[in-house]
């Protein structure tokens, strides 16, 4: 990979990370509160169909929230191996991480093999 390659991928990753970050703020911003708190004070109107939508909206902005902070660590460690040199490395195989997989998640660790193994367990 040529550094004009890793500079590209460095501002992909940068691009990145800010839309993650403005996601996770927009996911706070709108959630304030715990869900206990939340689900208490609708069940306090007693409007026991709401309790649930409510939970279950939760439950899946929380899941997102999860997801975004994952992203967000796979994206430092991607900027710090661009930092290291090692950028487009599989960390576990030491092979090259092909481009298209690349262009396509600019925080992919893994090489496609690596990530397949993974995810089998
Ligand atoms: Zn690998």
Redesign the pocket.
């Known amino acids: 990979m040529t550094s004009a390659d890793t500079e590209h991928f460095r501002e992909a990753l940068l691009d990145e990370r800010q839309r993650v970050e403005h996601a996770l703020a927009t996911l706070r911003d709108e959630h304030p509160g715990s869900l206990d708190d939340e689900v208490e004070e609708v069940a306090a109107d007693n409007h026991l169909a709401e309790t649930a939508s409510a939970t279950l909206g939760r439950e899946i902005d929380y899941s997102l929230g999860d997801n975004a902070e994952q992203v967000l660590s796979e994206i430092d460690a991607a900027l710090q191996c661009i930092e290291d040199g090692t950028y487009g490395t599989?960390t576990?195989?030491?092979?090259e991480i092909p481009r298209e997989r690349l262009e396509a998640n600019p925080w992919a660790a893994?090489?496609i093999?690596?990530k397949r193994r993974a995810e089998a367990g």
Request: hydrophobic share 10%; with cysteine.
């Open positions: 599989c576990n195989c030491g092979d893994l090489c093999d690596c």
